[in-house]
């Protein structure tokens, strides 16, 4: 899948797109735009990252692996971000697996080529480690989140990210896959699921979720969602994935 002039021009990930033109242009040569079909996984625990990605609109889960084979996501990546952290960070290999859970294409690049690219002390370097900054506080959020916060906040917290990710109010996720994802069992997602359709916020049908009032569930979500969020505009700006209301 080779990249058309429209892609080339008006890139849609942010960090692509926020890069001042010399820069951008720079990358231009080295980036292939790719399918990021649904599971494909970008890289595993302890195997070398030869990649990264830079994704549109698809959306990219970090996940922890326990030992009794439990998951848990520990981050989120789409067209605010990039996936292969460890390459800008002297590195070449985490702890955590990356997966594609929801389809859609993205940016690819040789892991050596951005690292490169990085070492030169450019606005790519700025601009990078402010996102590596957003996904500090995103990680670190969420560990609070998750201990501190109930189901139904921290579903809709996800949700809203997702849905602000993709552009869209309508997007394909399991129950099962959303228990994996929140670390949780499916009886509660389905509990918290719920709650959350009985006060009129979304419609679940056959794996496919359509938020219906946006403002009560942010109103419903713990105040996580919001923190992330501001945190990434005050590190790159406006972000064009923000949904407006």
């Known amino acids: 899948m080779s990249l058309n002039k429209n892609a080339l021009e008006q890139p ?11 820069d951008y242009e720079r990358l231009v040569p080295h ?23 830079f994704p549109n609109k698809a959306v990219v889960s970090i996940v922890t ?15 605010e971000g990039m996936v292969g952290m460890p390459i800008i960070l002297g590195d070449n290999t985490t702890t955590t697996t990356a997966f594609v859970q929801i389809p859609g294409v993205g940016m690819q690049m040789d892991a050596d080529i951005l690292r490169s690219e990085f070492n030169r002390g450019t606005a790519l370097q700025s601009v990078l480690l402010r996102y590596v900054q957003g996904m500090y506080t995103q990680i670190a959020q969420g560990s609070a989140c998750n201990r501190l916060h109930k189901l139904e906040k921290r579903l809709a917290r996800w949700l809203l990210t997702v849905s602000d990710r993709l552009e869209s109010d309508e997007f394909p996720l399991t129950q099962e896959f959303i228990s994996q994802m929140l670390g949780v069992r499916r009886a509660g997602v389905t509990e918290a699921a719920n709650i959350l359709s009985e006060g009129g916020m979304l419609a679940y049908h056959r794996g496919q979720i359509n938020i219906l009032n946006r403002e009560a569930l942010e109103k419903t979500a713990c105040e996580c969602y919001q923190v992330i969020e501001n ?13 407006q209301k």
């Open 12 to 22: 849609e990930n942010n960090l692509l797109a926020v890069l001042p033109p010399s």
């Open 31 to 53: 980036l292939k735009l790719v399918p990021l079909p649904l599971r494909k996984v970008l890289y595993e625990p302890g195997e070398p990252i030869t990649q990264v990605y």
């Open 65 to 79: 692996t326990m030992e009794d084979g439990s998951t848990v996501e520990v981050g989120l990546v789409s067209n």
């Open 231 to 243: 945190e990434f505009v005050r590190l790159l700006g406006n972000k064009p994935n923000k949904r």
